[in-house]
């Protein structure tokens, strides 16, 4: 039984290209949910989404990022025209649906030169 | 914006003493989680706590949630090297949000 699947692990791209970060949840998790950690820091939660749905995006920048959890596929966080402040860790996490606990990838550890 | 606020930062003990660490919320939590992560991984779900002064524990962690469900505290007992990593609570309502968690590093 697989895990939540992050790829890549590490991505590296220079400033002002665009990087594409994928999320496939655990079987049968309807529930994706996106976070920021910078090092040395906590996990700040960026977005929440249901397939083919954004439920909440109260914690993505307004530009340059967004967020999909088609109904086939992986979730994506897209992050266009990227800085060297984009560089983090990103992490998803999936879970059933109601106040369950939440099961984390591995992690995509973005740099940007 | 609702914050979860956790004290101390940073916690370095010998092995063998205890450990705790505390979360407090400027609003009311609907359910606090528990995770961990060690260094250069990813959280790990420890626990949920629903109930108001609800209690729980796990070996040697003791969770509580408190009276008035706006803060709660992980306590451990002896501690091991294999505890060291990042603690965080997290006020799990339909999202998560986790407080600035406590780093617990260990002296052998």
């Known amino acids: 039984n697989a895990g939540v699947m992050q790829n890549p692990r590490h991505l590296v791209r220079r400033r002002g290209q665009e990087a594409r970060l994928r999320c496939s949840p655990m079987?049968?998790?309807?529930?994706v949910y996106w976070y920021r950690q910078l090092p040395e820091e906590g996990l700040k939660f960026m977005v929440y989404?249901?397939?083919?749905?954004?439920?909440?995006e109260s914690g993505m920048p307004k530009e340059r990022f967004s967020a999909e959890f088609p109904k086939e596929g992986p979730s994506i966080l897209r992050i266009q025209q990227v800085v060297r402040g984009d560089s983090a860790a990103y992490f998803c996490?999936?879970?059933?649906?109601?106040?369950?606990?939440?099961?984390f990838g591995q992690g995509t550890r973005l740099t940007v030169v | 914006g609702q914050q979860v606020m956790q004290i101390p930062q940073y916690q370095h003990v010998q092995e063998g003493e205890d450990f705790t660490t505390y979360c407090n919320s400027s609003?009311?939590?609907?359910?606090i989680q528990w995770y961990k992560q060690r260094p250069g991984g990813h959280p790990v779900f420890l626990i949920q706590?629903?109930?108001?002064?609800e209690v729980k524990k796990q070996k040697r962690l003791t969770f509580q949630f408190g009276e008035a469900k706006k803060n709660s505290s992980l306590h451990i007992t002896a501690t091991q090297t294999t505890d060291v990593g990042t603690y965080f609570c997290?006020?799990?309502?339909?999202?998560?949000?986790f407080g600035s968690g406590t780093r617990l590093s260990i002296r052998p």
């Open positions: 997290a006020d799990r309502a339909s999202k998560i949000i």
């Open positions: 079987k049968g998790h309807s529930h």
């Open positions: 706590l629903v109930k108001s002064g």
């Open positions: 609003t009311t939590l609907s359910n």
């Open positions: 989404l249901q397939k083919e749905n954004i439920i909440d």
């Open positions: 996490a999936s879970s059933h649906p109601g106040n369950t606990e939440a099961f």
